[in-house]
């Protein structure tokens, strides 16, 4: 048991430093003897971590080269490992831009789906779901929460179990996303839960109205808001890195 412990810790160190580039793809990485005195481990619990990072496609051995990091296109990103290292990483504004890419994908179909496959309970569960959005103004970490149940209910709602299923995979990357936008609109002296709520309870009332083309325009204008504010954050980021930027 303390074995598995040690090589799980060691795979999750070895996942971020990959995702945050601290490995470089192409990267040779140091022999199994190396690894297992820096990290004060032994072999095996060594070869489980690398061989969990091969099962992630992060790595691979080459004969006669040794144990390599793979090219991001090998990577298994929707292994939750993955995203949630991907969320870890610092500067991660790119990450989260694909990622409301591929919001900007699958949730407006899903929306107009719950619209015409929806019942009156998953309705119901919907509106629900506003209403706790509609309380968690005013804390940020409940607004996170509640925003993204009302966006899982509707999912939920378009009996689609692959999409369900994908952007559940995403629950911990979704989260953080919401939670990174918020101080944005803090900084633009907006508040938060205003616009936000108008816009959701458009499409909650689309959806609930079986508006398919309602809803999916909604959720459409809903996600570029979203893509907005993360590019602002990554607007910031370059302001605060050159401040004589902002005299332009």
Known sequence: MQSLKLSGQLLHELGRQILSGALESGQVLPTVETLSE??????????????????????????????????????????????????????NQHFLLQLSEVRRVIEPAAVALAAQNGTDK??????????????????????????YEFHDSIIAASRNELMLSLTRVMRDALLYSRKTTIPILKEKREEPPVAALNQHRAVMDAVCSRDEQGAYQGMTQLLESVKVLIQDSEEGRKQNRNPSRSFQ
């Open 38 to 91: 820096m990290n004060g481990v032994s072999r095996t619990v060594t070869r489980e971590a690398l061989k969990g990072l091969s099962a992630l496609g992060l790595v691979e051995s080459q004969p006669k080269v040794g144990t390599i990091v793979c090219a991001r296109d090998h990577w298994q990103w929707w292994s939750r490992e993955v995203l949630q290292w991907s969320v870890d990483a610092k500067p």
């Open 122 to 147: 998953d309705f119901q569960v919907i509106r629900e779901a506003f209403e706790r959005l509609e309380q968690s103004v005013g804390n940020e970490e409940d607004w996170a929460k509640a925003d």
